[in-house]
C-alpha cells in the first residue's frame, strides 16, 4: 500500500533555526530600513517584498513531495507544488497561481485585485502580475480572512486604494488571530512541513491579519461600482468557507470570482466541516447563497485555488448538484433527529444518492453529519450524564486496563481487527496504552488499524484531511514503536 507518508517526507524542523538566524539579521535590515525618516514607503514595501522572496525561496527548498508537477485536485500538497506563473483567462483577466490565486482585472482607470494569495509568495505574484499591468490598485475585493487569501494585501494596498470584504470579515479575523497558536498547532500535525511554532519566523511583516476593510457588504447583498467603464458587484454570500464568504461578479462578461466559495475543485462536496478547527458553517445559509449565484447564470468560475471552470452548462450543473447534495445531507440529518437516531447512526446510514455524487477528497458527507447535528443541537447528546461532566471517559481507561487485563484486552482488540473493525480495534488499544503506555502488542495493533484505515481512506473517497491525521497518527505510532521507553 503506498501511502502519504512514504509519498511526502515529514520534516519536523520546518524551516530551522540556523535559517530562521538569517531571517532575523534580513527582517532587523528591514526593521532599520522602516525607521530611516529618509526610507520611503516604496523602499521600505520593495525591502519587505525582497526579504518575504528569501523566506519563501527558502521555505519551498526545504519541502520533499518526491514528485514534480502541479496539484490537480487541491490537496495542501498539491497547491504547494503550484509553480508561480501569470495565466490570462480574458483581455483583462489575469491571475497569478500559487498557493492561492492573486487575480488582477485590468481596466482603462486603474486594476481590481481579487485575493493576495499567501504572504511567503506575495513578492512573486505581485511581480508577476505588475508585468502585465502597473497601473494603480484602486480596489482589493477579499473572498473571506483565511491566511492564504489576504496575506498579500498591505503589498498590494495604494494610497486611496478602497478594501471590500463581507461585514463578517473583521470577526473572523479578530477570532482568527486570536485562537492562531492554538490553530498553528492543529495546522502543523495537518502539515508538518510547517516549521514549529517556536521556530517560525515572527516578524510583522508575515503576521496574520490587520487588514481594515473600507466598504463592508453584508449577508446576501451588492455593492456595486463601475472602473474604466467595467461594471463590478461583491456580493456577500455566507456559508461556504466561513461566515466572511463574499465573491465578485462581472456581469458583462459573466465572470464568477470565487474564492473558496465551491473549495479548491469544482465541483465537490463542500467542507461543512473543517477537521482543523474553526467556527461551525451554516448549511442553510449556504443552500440560501448558492440559489443566488446560480441565479447569475456565469459562464466562467475563477477560484482563488486551482483553475478556472469555463461553460455555463458545466457551471450550472455542477452548482445545482452542490446545492441539492448539501440539501439532501442537511434534510436527512434533520429527518434522522426527529426520528431519534443518534448522531452515530446517521453517520453511517447517510450516504449521497448516485444523482448527487460529488468528490469528497475536501468536504466529507458523515462529518457534514455530525457538523450538521452540533450546529443544531450543539454538544449534548442526551446519550450519557457524563456529557455534561469535565471528566472524559479517557479518564478511567488505565483503570479499566488494569482491571481487564492485557490479555484480555489484546484479544478483543485483535478479533475486532480480524472482523475489519478497525476504529473498535483503536477504542480497545486506547484503554490498553492509558494503563500500559509502551506495550509494544497493542502499538502494533494501532498501527494494523491505521494502516487499514488509510488503505480505506485511499480507496475510497480520498479525502485529503483524514488522509494526513492517519499519516500524522501512523507517524507518532511508529515512533512509539521504535521508542526503547513510552513516549
Same mark, same amino acid.
Given at each position: 500500500?503506498?501511502?502519504?507518508?512514504?509519498?511526502?517526507?515529514?520534516?519536523?524542523?520546518? /524551516?530551522?533555526?540556523?535559517?530562521?538566524?538569517?531571517? &532575523?539579521?534580513?527582517?532587523?535590515?528591514?526593521?532599520?530600513?522602516?525607521?530611516?525618516?529618509? $526610507?520611503?514607503?516604496?523602499?521600505?514595501?520593495? $525591502?519587505?517584498?525582497?526579504?518575504?522572496? &528569501?523566506?519563501?525561496?527558502? $521555505? *519551498?527548498? +526545504?519541502?520533499?513531495?518526491?514528485?514534480? #508537477?502541479? #496539484?490537480?485536485?487541491?490537496?495542501?500538497?498539491?497547491?504547494?507544488? +503550484?509553480? /508561480?506563473?501569470?495565466?490570462? &483567462?480574458?483581455?483583462?483577466?489575469?491571475?497569478? *497561481?500559487?498557493?492561492?490565486? *492573486?487575480?488582477?482585472? *485590468? %481596466?482603462?482607470?486603474?486594476?481590481? /485585485?481579487?485575493? %493576495? #494569495?499567501?504572504?511567503?509568495? &506575495?513578492?512573486?505574484?505581485?511581480?508577476?502580475?505588475?508585468?502585465?499591468?502597473?497601473?494603480?490598485? +484602486? @480596489? /482589493?475585493?477579499?473572498?473571506?480572512?483565511?491566511?492564504?487569501?489576504? #496575506?498579500?494585501? +498591505? @503589498?498590494?494596498?495604494?494610497?486611496?486604494?478602497?478594501?471590500?470584504?463581507?461585514?463578517?470579515?473583521?470577526?473572523?479575523?479578530?477570532?482568527?488571530?486570536?485562537?492562531e497558536p492554538y490553530q498553528y498547532r492543529r495546522n502543523r500535525t495537518l502539515f508538518p512541513w510547517m516549521p514549529a511554532w517556536e521556530d517560525r519566523p515572527d516578524i510583522a511583516m508575515m503576521r496574520y491579519g490587520g487588514i481594515e476593510p473600507t466598504i463592508a457588504v453584508p449577508d446576501w447583498e451588492t455593492f456595486s461600482f463601475t472602473l474604466g467603464g467595467v461594471e463590478f458587484q461583491v456580493i456577500g454570500t455566507p456559508g461556504a468557507e466561513g461566515a466572511d464568504n463574499a465573491v465578485l461578479w462581472m456581469p458583462e462578461q459573466k465572470i464568477l470570482f470565487s474564492g473558496d466559495f465551491f473549495g479548491p475543485q469544482f465541483p465537490q462536496f463542500p467542507n461543512v466541516f473543517t477537521m482543523r478547527g474553526e467556527k461551525i458553517r451554516k448549511p442553510m445559509e449556504y443552500v440560501k447563497s448558492l440559489d443566488l449565484l446560480i441565479a447569475l447564470e456565469p459562464e466562467i468560475v475563477v477560484p482563488s485555488h486551482l483553475n478556472p471552470t469555463v461553460g455555463a452548462e458545466e457551471i450550472r450543473a455542477g452548482m445545482t448538484r452542490i446545492r441539492d447534495a448539501v440539501q439532501y445531507v442537511h434534510d436527512e440529518t434533520v429527518a434522522g433527529m426527529n426520528a431519534g437516531k443518534s448522531v452515530y447512526q446517521l453517520m453511517q446510514e447517510i450516504k449521497l444518492p448516485p444523482h448527487l455524487d460529488l468528490v469528497q477528497n475536501h468536504g466529507k458527507v458523515d462529518w457534514a453529519v455530525r457538523s450538521i447535528w452540533d450546529y443544531y443541537a450543539s454538544w449534548f447528546h442526551f446519550d450519557s450524564t457524563t456529557e455534561l461532566y469535565p471528566v472524559p471517559a479517557r479518564d478511567v481507561y488505565a483503570d479499566l486496563a488494569q482491571a481487564a487485563g492485557s490479555e484480555a484486552l489484546l484479544s478483543m482488540a485483535t478479533n475486532y481487527l480480524t472482523q475489519g473493525e478497525p476504529v473498535k480495534t483503536l477504542h480497545i488499544v486506547e484503554v490498553e496504552l492509558a494503563g500500559n503506555p509502551g506495550n509494544k502488542a497493542a502499538l502494533g495493533l494501532r498501527k494494523q488499524a491505521l494502516e487499514t484505515l488509510m488503505q480505506r481512506a485511499e480507496e475510497g473517497e480520498r479525502n485529503d484531511y483524514e488522509i494526513y491525521w492517519l499519516q500524522a497518527r501512523l507517524g507518532d505510532t511508529e515512533s512509539r514503536l521504535a521508542a526503547d521507553t513510552p513516549l
Open positions: 500500500m503506498k501511502t502519504p507518508s512514504k509519498e511526502l517526507k515529514r520534516q519536523g524542523g520546518g /524551516i530551522g533555526r540556523p535559517l530562521l538566524a538569517v531571517l &532575523v539579521v534580513i527582517a532587523l535590515v528591514v526593521l532599520w530600513l522602516a525607521m530611516d525618516d529618509d $526610507a520611503g514607503e516604496g523602499l521600505k514595501k520593495q $525591502a519587505e517584498l525582497k526579504t518575504l522572496e &528569501v523566506i519563501g525561496d527558502a $521555505a *519551498t527548498k +526545504r519541502l520533499d513531495f518526491g514528485d514534480d #508537477g502541479e #496539484g490537480t485536485h487541491g490537496s495542501a500538497v498539491d497547491l504547494i507544488k +503550484r509553480p /508561480i506563473e501569470v495565466r490570462q &483567462v480574458a483581455d483583462n483577466v489575469h491571475y497569478a *497561481t500559487g498557493v492561492g490565486n *492573486t487575480i488582477m482585472i *485590468t %481596466t482603462g482607470e486603474g486594476n481590481v /485585485i481579487f485575493d %493576495t #494569495g499567501l504572504v511567503l509568495q &506575495v513578492a512573486k505574484q505581485l511581480k508577476a502580475l505588475k508585468e502585465v499591468s502597473d497601473a494603480p490598485v +484602486r @480596489y /482589493i475585493v477579499l473572498s473571506h480572512s483565511h491566511a492564504d487569501h489576504i #496575506g498579500g494585501t +498591505r @503589498y498590494w494596498q495604494e494610497d486611496g486604494t478602497e478594501i471590500i470584504a463581507h461585514g463578517d470579515f473583521l470577526e473572523e479575523q479578530r477570532y482568527l488571530s486570536e485562537l
